[in-house]
């Protein structure tokens, strides 16, 4: 257990089934929070990091008393995080252990065709594939996880999902909380069965349990200073708003693609399924002693409110800080093109569609040409509560103009690769694809709709 209390991720020793599952439920806040352990690479050059991982199943302890099967890259649940820098490659190597075909996706990452886990870029069982991430973008909070076709839900559900933050040395010249004082919490619902086993079940609504980097309800001893936090939704489908217990505001610093131009001070934050927003937050402005909980009040249809709570103790020098500028603006120009893109259930088959079809890897849904500027309007089809909707976009960052007409709040005006699409209603995005030719997925990212075929492929044309 480090200084902060946050123990490195790793399997111990318990007792198995049966026994065990006569424990008490896990009380809230009852274990320390996991940080994901950083891969280490195999072998770097004068320009880039080798990693190795192997896809494998493993038990993880997740719930008190139970060793739970998962599937997870390296066996971890998260996977490990990667850290590479602004300008310096990555190659990993990913070996499929499992039984069935995965796909590995860097989702943020702005990434050839060839290597960005397109599901006809299978790696079968026993084989391997180098993944090679340039780096070439502003830093961010990304994150890896399976894309394997019809899959993703299923995978990401049982574990395949990690850190990847992307660090840019010359943020570290702005001097915000870093290194044990930036800590990245991957936020998602799971369900468990009685014997304390991950149960998967398309668009299922029972995922009643809230876990923090693989564990529910955590508690983390932090100090009396500024803390960067690294919010993920790693949820399938559910949305999180996040605000702390005594409403003390948050500044969001970073949003999905990178450092905002300035700091925001929020109340809270809301975050559908894949998108991020960095926040810090300065536990010196409570007295030693004092526990704060990071509180879910977004609709949580009977879900504990209690994501997890800080226990703020002594008081400690504190030399970072927030500055006023932070990252470029951004702005991809005018537009030359307007499109329309309509996400669409329908109830009686209970297939999803994007523009009236479900996902086919051997169809081009729309070409768009290099370095033009465009302008999507993304519908929400559905009216029904339930079916809230998002859009990612592989290969590139967009801008999000508005939502339903009004303003989107403000940590969704720095560089976006996923956006919330609400129910009836509709956002206007500015796209531009300025790397490579070739095909991109664009889907929604409540991982069970794109499952479901919410997903279709834009062809960039030179
Ligand atoms: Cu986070 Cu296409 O995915
Ligand atoms: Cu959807």
């Not at 932090?222 to 217990?245: D, K």
């Not at 926040?279 to 994501?307: H, I, S």
């Amino acid at each position: 257990v480090s200084a902060t209390g946050a123990a490195v991720h790793g399997v111990g020793v318990v007792r198995r089934g049966t026994a065990a599952a006569a424990e008490a439920p896990s009380k809230p806040f009852s274990r320390p929070l996991l940080v994901p352990k950083t891969a280490v690479p195999v072998h770097q050059s004068s320009t880039t990091d080798y990693y190795d991982m192997a896809i494998r199943e493993a038990s993880a302890l997740i719930l008190p008393g139970f060793r739970t099967w998962i599937f997870g890259y390296d066996g971890l649940f998260p996977g490990p995080t990667v850290r590479a820098s602004v300008g310096r490659r990555v190659v990993i190597r990913q070996r499929n252990r499992l039984r069935r075909n995965v796909v590995v996706h860097l989702h943020g990452g702005l990434v050839a065709p060839e290597y960005d886990g397109h599901p006809a870029d299978i790696i079968p069982p026993g084989y391997y594939r180098d993944y090679v991430y340039p780096n070439r973008q502003p830093s961010a909070t990304l994150w890896y996880h399976d894309h394997s076709h019809r899959g993703e839900a299923e995978m990401v559900f049982y574990g395949l999902a990690g850190f990847y933050l992307l660090e840019d040395p010359w943020e570290r010249g702005l001097n915000l909380p870093a290194g044990r004082y930036d800590i990245p919490l991957m936020l998602r619902d799971a369900h468990f069965d009685k014997r304390g086993q991950l149960v998967f079940a398309m668009d299922d609504r029972r995922r009643d349990t809230l876990l923090v980097n693989g564990r529910p309800q955590p508690f983390l001893d932090v100090y009396a200073r500024r803390y960067r936090l690294r919010l993920l939704n790693g949820s399938n489908q559910r949305n999180f708003t996040l605000r702390l217990s005594d409403g003390a505001p948050m500044t969001v610093i970073a949003s999905d693609g990178g450092l905002l131009p300035a700091p925001l001070r929020v109340a809270g934050v809301t975050l559908s399924p894949a998108e991020r927003v960095d926040v810090v937050v300065d536990f010196g402005r409570y007295e030693p002693g004092t526990r704060v909980v990071l509180l879910n009040t977004a609709g949580t249809n009977g879900v504990t409110r209690n994501v997890m709570r800080f226990h703020v103790g002594r008081r400690v020098s504190d030399s970072s800080r927030v500055p006023d500028r932070l990252g470029q603006g951004f702005d991809l120009g005018s537009a030359t093109v307007v499109r329309d893109v309509n996400l669409h259930m329908d109830p009686r088959s209970g297939q999803f569609f994007i523009d009236g079809r479900a996902f086919d890897m051997k169809r081009v849904d729309m070409k768009i040409r290099r370095g033009e500027t465009e302008i999507w309007r993304v519908h929400n089809r559905d009216r029904l509560p339930e079916t809230m909707h998002n859009l990612h976009l592989h290969g590139t960052h967009f801008q999000v103009l508005d939502r339903n007409g009004g303003p989107v709040a403000g940590h969704e005006t720095g560089r976006k690769d996923t956006v919330a699409v609400p129910v009836g209603g509709h956002v206007r995005i500015k796209v531009r694809y300025d790397r490579h030719l070739g095909r991109y997925l664009y889907h929604c990212h409540l991982l069970d709709h794109s499952s479901m075929g919410m997903m279709a492929q834009a062809e960039i044309v030179g």
